[in-house]
């Protein structure tokens, strides 16, 4: 069963911003986040899903909202916001999994920031 956005979920501090490049939230900084920032796991994550649920003869199924957290997760942090923006589009309000995000809101944090910096014209995805 997928969570929810509407159902009640505790708070995140994630939601707090630093100054500086691509305001990465303050819940962000930490050793898996630079994990994804490394350029050869941000390639290794888009080669990854280019393969999977982008690729054109993948069957989308119950289970597939589950592959769009994860990668929406990593992509953020990769940062290619642009693609992340589209999984983001895809799990709306509906399909919103406990994991990768801990919390809804620390869920409409990071899609409210990939969603900016998505849409920044002097933001270019690496």
């Known amino acids: 069963m997928y969570q929810s956005v509407?159902?009640?979920v505790g708070k995140d501090p994630v939601g707090q911003r630093r100054p500086g490049a691509s305001q990465l939230p303050l819940g962000e900084r930490n050793g898996e986040t630079r994990y994804y920032q490394r350029p050869d796991v941000?390639?290794?994550t888009y080669d990854a899903a280019e393969q999977s649920f982008w690729h054109d003869d993948y069957e989308t199924t119950t289970l597939t909202p589950i592959l769009w957290?994860?990668?929406?997760f990593a992509l953020t942090h990769g940062p290619c916001f642009k693609q992340a923006r589209t999984l983001y589009d895809a799990i709306?309000?509906?399909?919103?999994?406990k994991e990768p995000w801990q919390t809804v809101e620390r869920?409409?944090?990071m899609r409210d920031w990939a969603r900016e910096e998505a849409a920044d014209p002097h933001h270019h995805d690496e």
């Open 6 to 8: 509407h159902g009640g």
């Open 42 to 44: 941000t390639s290794e």
């Open 69 to 72: 957290n994860h990668f929406a």
């Open 92 to 97: 709306g309000n509906d399909f919103v999994r």
């Open 107 to 109: 869920y409409r944090n």
